[in-house]
């Protein structure tokens, strides 16, 4: 848990320019449905949140996140959902 927080604050500023296309996102909370293989690479990345799933911000936080790299672990991909507060 520790990793993967660690990880999302490393990033948080990436989501800027995407809250930039639509700024009613700015200070609200998204989640993010992602799958991390076992080599620390994200899979798979899905808005979960009605707030932004279907928009052009949605899309760019999608994409940003699917460029996140977590550390390598054993064991079968992870599928999480990820709490993300946007700045």
Do not use: H
Not at 4 to 28: F, G, H, S, W, Y
């Amino acid at each position: 848990r520790r990793k993967i927080m660690k990880v999302l604050r490393k990033n948080q500023k990436r989501l800027e320019k995407c809250v930039a296309q639509d700024p009613t996102l700015k200070n609200r909370l998204v989640s993010v449905a992602i799958q991390i293989k076992r080599n620390g690479k994200v899979g798979r990345a899905r808005i979960a949140s009605s707030l932004a799933r279907g928009t052009p911000a949605g899309a760019c936080i999608e994409g940003q996140v699917k460029t996140y790299r977590f550390p390598p672990f054993r064991g079968d991909p992870m599928s999480i959902t990820l709490p993300l507060r946007l700045k």
